[in-house]
């Protein structure tokens, strides 16, 4: 059975500086891919990134990073230089190749203080 | 493309009243999700759909629960009748299934936000 289990359940930080927010996840499979959206206070659900269990390289995007580790099931999630844009929550979630659903962890909120 | 669109944004009703929410996905995306995101649970999946058609439904709490989907472009969640547990923002999701070897993106409509009283 999957599982993701975000241990940080609420995280303050002052503007600017950096946030690691994480996730382990376990599941059966030997390939799976993992994601990670944002709810930002507005309440949608916006998509991140999508890794496949195939690509442990890590992945950078503007002050977004992603760091897949498959020795430790875990996928987490840096922020360079926080902003107060920044503050939501933030869901890591595990989908089995070929699989339709999404299961999701927790969330991490994170609130960025100015 | 105007994404997932869900009616209604918000909902208050008494308890025993039927509830219904609408959805809406995205042109081309042949699955489509219902999640439910409470407080005590977080985000749960209900049921989904991959060309129409009820694929999962084991996440339905009860026979109070139904979904439909007429058409590619069209679907509803149906609460009958409504209990104030049921308060929750209901969440509808769609995505263009990847096959033996992908996995979805989902992309989520805004919520459907339900108060039960």
């Known amino acids: 059975a999957q599982k993701v289990t975000q241990a940080q359940t609420e995280i303050s930080v002052v503007e600017k500086e950096d946030v690691t927010l994480d996730c382990v996840y376990e599941?059966?499979?030997?390939?799976?891919?993992l994601f990670w959206y944002k709810q930002p206070p507005s309440g949608e659900l916006v998509f991140l990134i999508r890794?496949?269990?195939?690509?442990?390289q890590n992945e950078i995007s503007g002050r977004y990073s992603w760091n897949f580790q498959k020795s430790t099931s875990s996928f987490n999630f840096t922020i360079t230089a926080s902003q107060v844009v920044d503050s939501a929550v933030y869901f890591c979630?595990?989908?089995?190749?070929?699989?339709?659903?999404?299961?999701f962890g927790t969330g991490t909120r994170l609130t960025v203080i100015p | 493309d105007a994404g997932v669109i869900q009616s209604p944004r918000h909902e208050v009703t008494e308890m025993g009243q039927e509830v219904t929410l609408r959805c809406k996905p995205i042109?081309?995306?042949?699955?489509l999700f219902w999640y439910r995101q409470t407080m005590m649970r977080g985000l749960e999946l209900l049921i989904y759909f991959n060309n129409n058609v009820p694929i999962d439904d084991s996440g339905m709490p009860e026979d109070r629960f139904s979904a439909k989907m007429p058409n590619a472009s069209f679907s509803t969640l149906k609460i009958q009748p409504s209990e104030p547990r049921d308060s929750a923002v209901y969440f509808c999701a769609s995505s263009i299934r990847q096959g033996a070897r992908g996995a979805n993106v989902l992309t989520f409509g805004a919520g459907s936000r339900l108060t039960v009283l």
């Open positions: 979630a595990l989908s089995d190749i070929g699989a339709n659903n999404l299961f």
């Open positions: 599941t059966r499979d030997t390939t799976y891919y």
């Open positions: 890794r496949n269990s195939f690509d442990e």
């Open positions: 042109s081309g995306h042949n699955s």
